[in-house]
């Protein structure tokens, strides 16, 4: 079984292509930038039309097939931005009535879930997904991916862009700021905010401002800012582990491409017996490619939807899915 995935949530439009043994085959991706501060829904979703069917023939090609070798067609209904999921959705169903073949909608995280568990190879992992708009630790239970903890505020990607753009940087943040910190030392006092296993970022956003207006060096600011908000997502997924009696964990979202991040899990993990995994950046950050793999899943489980209902819904929880194809 083959099929073509489509993601269009914030930023990236992607298409990815897989097969039913979760080989990539191809990702073909486009991110829009803007030219300065946060994302514009409709300007990225006017981006999207424009990329997305150069897109789907790059990944085609990419992986050396054609339209008749495509079993179905995934998209991500949501959550995310209403023009951007809805400029994914059109280019779906369009392909997927132009193709005669199933259209399969899936949710934007649990698709970070199943790729990263694919790629893992292990059964039943706790879930740090860490993205831009989406900060969320995730576990299974009784036929849905449970959101044990989450930002109460803002994601903690878009914290770090919206840092990272006031001191003067472009979009995105993230990568950026993890140079820069590798150049500090002094850990300067931030606000810790974590609320059981719940956190918080705006607290930090602000005092990191107002230290930064102070003049402390940038490079001991970032090294504070990932010190204070990576310790406060290890504390949030250590506690999931213990409550949830797991050692395992899997590791989703662009964020999750830091490598301090990555290290400071993994010690925690390893510190209680476990381990911990991240897929490469490619499969890391939002792409085609789990969104193709998440269909494969829920066809199996015989999930498509006719283009009559597969509306998108910017606001679906990740607990609001049926997982059918895992028991507990
Ligand atoms: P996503 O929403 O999953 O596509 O991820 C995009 C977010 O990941 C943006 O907010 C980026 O700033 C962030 N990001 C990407 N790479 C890194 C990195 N190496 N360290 C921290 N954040 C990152
Ligand atoms: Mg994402």
Same mark, same amino acid.
């Given at each position: &079984? ?28 486009? &991110?829009?930038?803007? #030219? ?6 409709? /300007?990225?979703? *006017? ?7 150069? %897109? ?22 949501? @959550? ?9 959705? +059109? ?11 199933? %259209? ?26 860490? !993205?831009?708009?989406?900060? =969320? ?35 995105? $943040?993230? @990568?950026?700021?993890?140079? /820069? ?24 956003? +602000?005092?990191? %401002?107002?230290? *930064? ?10 090294? !504070? ?6 310790? &406060? ?18 590791? $989703?979202?662009?964020?999750?491409? *830091?490598?301090?991040? =990555? ?16 897929? #490469? ?32 819904? #910017? ?8 997982? @059918?194809?895992?028991?507990?």
């Amino acid at each position: &079984m083959i099929l073509l995935g489509i993601e269009s949530t914030a930023h990236t439009a992607s298409v990815g292509i897989v097969d039913d043994s979760t080989r990539v085959l191809s990702i073909a991706s486009d &991110m829009y930038r803007p #030219p300065k501060g946060g994302i514009h829904p409709r /300007e990225a979703a *006017n981006h999207h039309v424009e990329v997305l069917p150069g %897109l789907v023939r790059s990944a085609l090609e990419k992986a050396g097939i054609g339209p008749r070798d495509v079993d179905a067609v995934a998209f991500a209904q949501g @959550p995310g931005l209403g023009p951007c999921l809805r400029a994914g959705a +059109t280019v779906a169903r369009t392909l997927s009535l132009l193709w005669e073949r199933p %259209l399969v909608p899936v949710n934007h995280c649990v698709a970070h879930v199943e790729i990263a568990r694919a790629l893992s190879g292990l059964d039943d992992p706790i879930l740090l997904y860490a !993205s831009g708009g989406n900060t =969320q630790v995730i576990a299974f239970g009784s036929g849905r991916y449970r959101v044990l903890g989450e930002t109460l505020d803002i994601g903690i990607g878009n914290f770090l862009d919206k840092l990272w753009i006031a001191l003067g940087g472009t979009f995105p $943040g993230g @990568p950026a700021l993890e140079e /820069e910190a590798k150049r500090g030392h002094e850990l300067l006092s931030l606000p810790y905010s974590v609320h059981g296993m719940d956190v918080a970022f705006s607290g930090i956003l +602000t005092a990191a %401002l107002a230290l *930064n207006a102070r003049g402390v060096a940038r490079a001991d600011l970032a090294y !504070s800012v990932e010190a204070t908000a990576y310790s &406060m997502l290890t504390e949030v997924t250590e506690r999931a582990l213990a409550h949830r009696r797991r050692n395992q964990v899997v590791l $989703g979202g662009g964020v999750a491409c *830091n490598l301090r991040l =990555q290290g400071m899990v993994r010690s925690m993990a390893e510190g209680r017996a476990g381990s911990s995994f991240a897929p #490469p950046r490619s499969l890391c950050v939002d792409n085609g490619a789990m969104i193709a793999w998440t269909g494969v899943l829920a066809l199996r489980s015989g999930m498509s939807c006719p283009v009559e209902s597969s509306a998108v819904d #910017p606001r679906q929880r990740t607990d609001k899915v049926a997982i @059918p194809w895992r028991r507990d």
